[in-house]
């Protein structure tokens, strides 16, 4: 299947992801970033192994193993920055690690798209690609590894019993005893996430290959596009993440919804002008 990447990606990582929360608090932040990075670590030579001996079920076995080291990494990143912004900044934090991360994806999806080429028509052996993705990876890790764990700043942030916010404090640390399908206020939200990426999954894929089918658009237009798609995303992200910090959540709520309206609209609009040129 073509998009069985897809599946085994998104389960990997969603697991990575719980896995990396669990073990943040257990083993501490930096450890479990260290094992993330050393997931990615065994992942490139996975990769070469499967463009060597041509086999999917090696490069599926490789597909698993990203989407855990990015689980792993990208979770932990997400919850360094939020030990290091405080309980207020929680959400700049997952905004500005989304931001940052998904604006790599922006730079680098024209780039990859130009050199590779496609299937039928490679410019480029993926090799390269993969020595990259080895060279990002070692990056990380050194990083990680020189980095200081983020626990004790947590820690450091906690009020102390006499301050105004410790009763506060401790309704929170009550509710957040209660998780998993215990806590409504967690499963609505865990709900609102897996609508929001099904959404996406559901109009983004069948999109892209509306656009390369029915438009004929090369390789690199559709890089580029992907670039768009996802820059586009990094402005909403930080625009959420900054309204995050202010006192009127709602507005950010309405906004989100009318961007949504929008672009269904404008996706239909197009596809209406895709029909009639066809008759």
């Known amino acids: 299947s073509k998009v069985d990447y897809l599946i085994f990606f998104g389960v990997s990582k969603a697991l990575g992801d719980h896995l990396g929360g669990t073990l943040a608090d257990s083993w501490g932040r930096k450890r479990a970033a260290l094992l993330g990075w050393g997931v990615g670590l065994a992942m490139v030579p996975m990769i070469l192994l499967g463009l060597t001996l041509g086999s999917r079920a090696v490069l599926d076995l490789a597909d698993v193993l990203l989407g855990t080291m990015q689980g792993l990494t990208w979770g932990l990143n997400i919850i360094c920055l939020m030990d290091l912004l405080g309980p207020r900044g929680r959400g700049l934090a997952s905004a500005l690690s989304n931001a940052v991360g998904y604006s790599g994806m922006a730079l680098a999806a024209p780039a990859v798209a130009h050199v590779l080429g496609t299937r039928e028509h490679p410019r480029a052996d993926p090799r390269w690609a993969v020595l990259a993705v080895g060279c990002s990876v070692v990056l990380g890790l050194v990083l990680s590894a020189l980095a200081h764990d983020t626990g004790r700043w947590a820690a450091s942030a906690k009020p102390s019993e006499d301050s105004p916010s410790a009763a506060t404090t401790d309704i929170e640390t009550a509710a957040g005893v209660q998780t998993g399908c215990g806590s409504t206020v967690l499963v609505l939200c865990s709900l609102a996430g897996l ?29 580029l596009l992907e670039g768009m798609f996802t820059s586009a995303k990094v402005a909403a992200m930080l625009a959420s993440g900054l309204a995050s910090c202010c006192d009127r959540p709602q507005a950010v709520a309405a906004v989100s919804l009318g961007v949504l309206a929008s672009g269904l609209v404008g996706l239909e609009a197009q596809a209406q002008q895709g029909e009639v040129a066809g008759e």
Request: hydrophobic share 45%; proline share 3%; glycine share 10%.
């Open 195 to 223: 609508t929001v990426n099904a959404a996406t999954a559901t109009v983004w894929g069948p999109f892209l290959l509306w656009l390369r089918s029915g438009n004929k658009l090369t390789t690199d237009e559709l890089g």
